[in-house]
């Protein structure tokens, strides 16, 4: 079974700095898709960034940018220039290709932006 | 640009009561998704449906069911309701294509006391 693992609980960054987030996770397969979903406070699951396992070129979406490593298993997501907005909930998710509907979830890393 | 709507927003039930939760999912949307996450918790999936058949399923209670309908808006029924079903419900759209990202609508709060 596959597992997506976060392993920073809380993280902080100052306004206008850059802030990495870490997730690695266990497959065995070779094709499937990679997710990074925010939660601010209002609970709302917002799309950040979306990266298919068979491209090898890093997705990108403004100051979002993802550092896919494949052989690694791992997939970080790197906030440029921070703002107050970005403080939430961030959830690395995984989605085979295969016949299965599921995201698999991380368990989140709560980033505090700093003004 | 048109999202996923989900209703009610919050629902306070009391134990063995029965609970509806409703998702209209975006326009042309054919592909519906249910999640409950839990206090402090990641989102877990229920079961999903495509063109109003069941078309995966995960850790959905025995007490929950669901279906989705011709107009592909999909309800939770949710029987028998316990203390420990208090939770964010969430409903996701997509298209049928492979790895086609989940939106996700704003959740339903469920409160049993």
């Known amino acids: 079974a596959q597992t997506v693992t976060q392993s920073q609980p809380e993280m902080s960054v100052q306004e206008a700095e850059t802030v990495t987030l870490s997730c690695t996770y266990d497959t065995s397969e070779s094709d499937y898709y990679l997710f990074w979903y925010k939660q601010p406070p209002s609970r709302q699951m917002i799309l950040v960034i979306r990266q298919e396992a068979y491209k090898q070129q890093n997705a990108t979406e403004n100051r979002f940018s993802v550092n896919f490593q494949k052989a690694a298993k791992s997939f970080s997501l790197k906030i440029s220039d921070s703002q107050l907005g970005d403080a939430a909930m961030y959830f690395c998710?995984?989605?085979?290709?295969?016949?299965?509907?599921?995201?698999?979830f991380g368990t989140g890393t709560r980033l505090q932006v700093f003004p | 640009a048109a999202g996923v709507i989900q209703s009610p927003r919050h629902l306070i039930k009391e134990k063995r009561e029965t609970a509806t939760l409703k998702c209209y999912p975006i326009p042309r949307h054919d592909t519906v998704y249910w999640y409950q996450q839990g206090p402090g918790q990641d989102p877990q999936f229920l079961i999903s449906?495509?063109?109003?058949?069941?078309?995966d399923k995960g850790s959905i209670p025995d007490r929950f069911s669901a279906q989705q309908f011709s107009d592909y808006h999909s309800e939770l029924n949710m029987s028998s309701l316990e203390l420990g079903d208090s939770a964010l419900y969430f409903c996701?759209?997509?298209?049928?294509?492979?790895?086609?990202?989940?939106?996700f609508g704003p959740g339903t709060r469920l409160l049993v006391l």
């Open positions: 998710a995984y989605r085979s290709a295969g016949n299965t509907d599921k995201l698999i």
């Open positions: 449906f495509y063109e109003k058949m069941q078309s």
């Open positions: 996701a759209s997509s298209l049928r294509t492979p790895g086609e990202t989940q939106y």
